[in-house]
C-alpha cells in the first residue's frame, strides 16, 4: 500500500477534530474545546517540512520559513503583525514574481524572500536559477495553471495535458488513469469534466 498523502493526513486530522469538538461543544467543555484545537494545530505543524533558509539572508534580519506553531494561520498572523508593528523581518511568502525570478513569468506566484515592513512587502531578487532547476518551475508553474483552467472550463483535455505535465506523472497513460481515478473516486467534488 502507498503512504498516506499530505492531504489525505490532513482529512483525517480535519474530520477527528470536527467530530472532537463537536462532542465537546455539546458538553459544553470550552477549555477543552481550545486545547483540542491547540493539539490539532502542533500536529498538523509537525507534518511540514522545514527547510533551512538562515545561510542566505542578512544575518540582521530574522527569517521565518514557517512559524514554530500553527503552520500556515501562524505565518498569516505573523505577517499581519509585523505589517502593523512597524517591524521588519525576511519571510518565505507565495507572491507575484514581478521579475524576482528570472525566467518566470511576472504574473506567476513564486515562494521567494520577502522584506516583510510596515510600509508592505518588497520580494527579494532571486535572480537567475540554474537551467535543470527553471525547467523544473516551468513545468510545475505549467501544471498548476493547466489544472486551474481545467477546473474553471470543465476541461478534460487540459486537466489531462496538466496531470501529463506533473513531474511525478510524466506520461499521457498514467495521466489517463490518474484522472479517470480522481473523477471516480470524487465524484461528489470533483469538477465535472468534458
Known amino acids: 500500500s502507498s503512504p498516506q498523502t499530505r492531504g489525505e493526513l490532513l482529512l483525517e486530522l480535519n474530520t477527528e477534530l470536527l467530530r ?3 462532542r465537546l461543544r455539546a458538553l459544553e467543555q470550552t477549555d477543552e474545546m481550545v486545547q483540542r484545537y491547540g493539539a490539532y494545530l502542533r500536529k498538523r505543524s509537525e507534518t511540514y517540512l522545514r527547510r533551512d533558509a538562515e545561510s542566505e539572508s542578512p544575518a540582521s534580519i530574522p527569517v521565518d520559513v514557517e512559524s514554530e506553531h500553527g503552520g500556515y494561520a501562524a505565518v498569516a498572523l505573523d505577517l499581519i503583525e509585523t505589517l502593523q508593528a512597524r517591524g521588519h523581518r525576511i519571510m518565505i511568502l507565495n507572491v507575484p514574481n514581478h521579475g524576482s525570478v528570472d525566467g518566470m ?3 506567476d506566484v513564486v515562494e521567494i524572500p520577502v522584506l516583510v515592513t510596515g510600509n508592505g512587502l518588497s520580494p527579494l531578487a532571486v535572480g537567475k536559477i540554474p537551467g535543470h532547476a527553471l525547467g523544473l518551475m516551468q513545468r510545475v508553474k ?7 483552467e481545467a477546473a474553471v472550463e470543465g476541461s478534460r483535455a487540459k486537466a489531462l495535458l496538466a496531470l501529463t505535465l ?7 497513460g498514467l495521466a489517463r488513469l490518474v484522472l479517470d481515478d480522481l473523477c471516480h473516486q470524487h465524484a461528489g467534488t470533483f469538477p465535472t469534466l468534458q
Not at 505549467?142 to 486551474?148: D, V
Request: proline share 10%; net charge negative.
Open 20 to 22: 472532537d469538538l463537536a
Open 105 to 107: 513569468a511576472p504574473d
Open 142 to 148: 505549467a501544471y498548476e495553471l493547466l489544472t486551474i
Open 166 to 172: 506533473h513531474p511525478l506523472v510524466a506520461d499521457a
